[in-house]
């Protein structure tokens, strides 16, 4: 599915857990209990920055599309999951809530979410909610991408000065790899919902309320199916194209639309399907979510190219 301008004509609709009470009874749970620790692990971190990097279009700077510039944007997959060790406890209580966003509790504030990370914070805490207890997911992913924006606007500078680039391509790249960690998380239905580790609050399905079932499925699973995944998420890839409309704006209607699938992923371990092998519909649900990070990392990266050439707004100071 296409993560442009066109997905704004979906309908979101949460499973019924979005209910009052249901919000309630999980944030109880939720809140007491430390998230999960990564996302796709390392092998499907990798594998969305590959695949994306890989088949960005042609009028993209060859610097950034290069057999090198692939391979750092692959290592950097998993870049920000290597600042969660506990040797480093001040930047993992700080970035932790960069990878999740709970859409129940976001939502329950009332009204649209800002665009400005501390508007929202001061949003949730009027409400009397930790917006870290919520999720910062979202605002960190826009940031990441203006600062990719900025880079690729310096190279264009350099380049037409015909002033040495190596130093801003290198930011660029890492940016760009920085902010696909980010982007994969939010293909990961498990990472926009307060269900993320387990089922809490009334379960009438049955679905697996022990704690294992996010790593089983990013994790061990993907690992377990890493070159059948790989190939088959190449050929679900969307074509090129640069976003329509606000950032925020459609990024967060790419995070609604992974929410849809919460259910899909409790149906599926339910059934077995993220044991060994798992089944194909496992492997190809898994291979559309990985493919639809990937797309939606190229197509964000491909917008930064694009919105790097428009002049910077000059401020009227009030007047």
Do not use: C
């Amino acid at each position: 599915m296409s993560a442009t301008g066109s997905l704004s004509a979906r309908l979101f609709q949460f499973p019924a857990v979005a209910a009052p009470f249901a919000i309630l009874a999980a944030l109880a749970v939720s809140a007491a209990l430390p998230r999960a620790a990564h996302a796709w692990g390392d092998e499907g971190h990798r594998m969305v920055n590959r695949l994306a990097a890989s088949s960005l279009p042609t009028d993209v700077p060859e610097f950034l599309r290069s057999k090198d510039a692939i391979a750092e944007i692959e290592y950097l997959g998993p870049e920000p999951d290597r600042w969660r060790s506990q040797a480093e406890s001040e930047l993992v209580s700080a970035q932790a809530p960069e990878h999740f966003i709970d859409l129940e509790l976001a939502d329950a504030l009332g009204g649209t979410l800002p665009h400005k990370r501390f508007d929202f914070e001061a949003k949730a805490y009027a409400a009397g909610q930790n917006p870290a207890k919520i999720g910062l997911q979202p605002w960190e992913a826009t940031e990441v991408w203006e600062r990719l924006k900025v880079a690729l606007r310096e190279y264009r500078k350099l380049s037409a000065e015909h002033k040495e680039t190596r130093e801003v391509e290198a930011a660029a790249l890492f940016y760009a790899g920085w902010l696909g960690h980010y982007v994969g998380d939010a293909a990961q239905p498990l990472h926009t919902t307060v269900q993320y580790n387990g089922w809490t609050g009334p379960n009438p399905n049955g679905y697996t309320t022990e704690r294992k079932i996010h790593w089983q499925f990013e994790g061990d699973f993907v690992k377990a199916n890493e070159h059948t995944l790989d190939a088959d998420a190449r050929t679900k890839l969307t074509a090129p194209h640069a976003i329509d409309g606000d950032i925020f704006d459609q990024y967060m209607l790419y995070i609604r639309h992974t929410a849809t699938y919460v259910e899909k992923v409790y149906q599926l371990e339910k059934a077995g399907g993220f044991v060994g092998e798992g089944s194909r519909e496992s492997r190809e649900f898994t291979a559309d979510r990985l493919a639809a990070g990937a797309s939606m990392l190229r197509d964000m990266i491909y917008t930064a190219w694009i919105e790097s050439a428009k002049p910077i707004p000059v401020p009227n100071y009030g007047m």
